[in-house]
Nanobody
Framework: QVQLVESGGGLVQPGGSLRLSCAAS????????MGWYRQAPGKQRELVAT???????NYADSVKGRFTISSDSAKNTVSLQMNSLKPEDTAVYYC????????WGQGTQVTVSS
């Protein structure tokens, strides 16, 4: 079992920045990949960014150049630095880990609005 606890999120104006963090605990030695997904009202959950255990990253086209995913193996955390935020980035952001199966955090709200 893997437990994921997210932090960060909140309300920010367009063009602003936020940083999300996710702390993993439990069977962390089984984690192959971690990432962030988001779900806006009335829309399906979508991939934002992922990072593998060997450091390979992948981003949705909509966030490339604005968001940066990073991991800290010593602290068992994965972070998402979000810059140049747009109203369309408003969503609930979920931390995700792949360790034999997918695990999800509880989600954290990000609202981009003036």
């Amino acid at each position: 079992q893997v437990q994921l606890v997210e932090s960060g999120g909140g309300l920010v104006q367009p063009g602003g920045s936020l940083r999300l963090s996710c702390a993993a605990s439990g069977s962390i030695f089984r984690i192959n990949k971690m990432g962030w997904y988001r779900q806006a009202p009335g829309k399906q959950r979508e991939l934002v960014a992922t990072v593998t255990s060997d450091g390979a990253t992948n981003y949705a086209d909509s966030v490339k150049g604005r968001f940066t995913i990073s991991s800290d193996s010593a602290k068992n955390t994965v972070s998402l630095q979000m810059n140049s935020l747009k109203p369309e980035d408003t969503a609930v952001y979920y931390c995700n880990a792949l360790a034999l199966r997918f695990y999800w955090g509880q989600g954290t709200q990000v609202t981009v609005s003036s």
